[in-house]
């Protein structure tokens, strides 16, 4: 599957997207333990609930399954307009 | 219609460019997002504008099609810039049109309110000497 990081996020991932692997990674819950352990600083922003989430382009708040071909996103609040 | 780009644009031909499709418009409300030369007392140099294009063109076409729907639009226009931007330059256009004008009014406020509260799009200001991402707040 495919993640992707936008603005400070992507700042501090320091990559603007990565590919995991779908078959150890099956859900949200299981991705942000991932992205935790592997960006110890998004450890705070979980923590505050501030980041979302999108899985193919739409909003996702609770812990759904996730697939190979999926497009996963994660990002601050948004501020366009 | 929906358009994310670099570039600037004209608000007059981007309207009328629409307008001239239909002759039973009879109000178009527009409202148009310029860089401000200052936010919470500090200069801005410029902004720098992210999206996520794949999920800002979904979310809009959304949007739009909520919108026109509850409010019985004849079209719809949003346009929203990314890139660098520098003070005064145009950010976004949203407008709306329709028959009659309370309708209009009240779709290209729905439409502004939404953008703000769910596009994927991120600004990062800059300033004398630092630079900092914003969160929308209204």
Known sequence: MKIKYFAWIRELTKIEEENLDSNKIKNLEKLKTFLITKYPDLQKHFDKEILRFAVNQVYIVENIDIYKNDEIAVFPPVSGG | ?138
Not at chain 2, 74 to 81: A, G, N
Request: proline residues 1%.
């Open chain 2, 1 to 138: 219609m929906i358009k994310i780009q670099k570039e600037d644009f004209n608000v007059e031909e981007e309207i009328i460019k629409i307008k001239k499709l239909y002759s039973n418009i009879g109000a178009v409300t527009s409202f148009i997002g310029y860089v401000r030369d200052n936010n919470n007392n500090t200069n801005v140099q410029y902004i720098d504008l992210e999206v996520y294009e794949k999920m800002a063109y979904k979310q809009l076409e959304n949007i739009i099609k909520e919108a026109s729907l509850k409010w019985n639009l004849i079209d719809t226009l949003i346009i929203h810039r990314y890139g660098k931007l520098q003070v005064n330059d145009k950010i976004v256009l949203v407008a709306s049109f329709s028959s009659h004008r309370k309708v209009s009014f009240e779709a290209c406020n729905y439409i502004m309110d939404y953008l703000k509260k769910d596009a994927p799009f991120w600004k990062k200001e800059f300033y004398d000497k630092k630079n900092e991402w914003l969160i929308n707040t209204n």
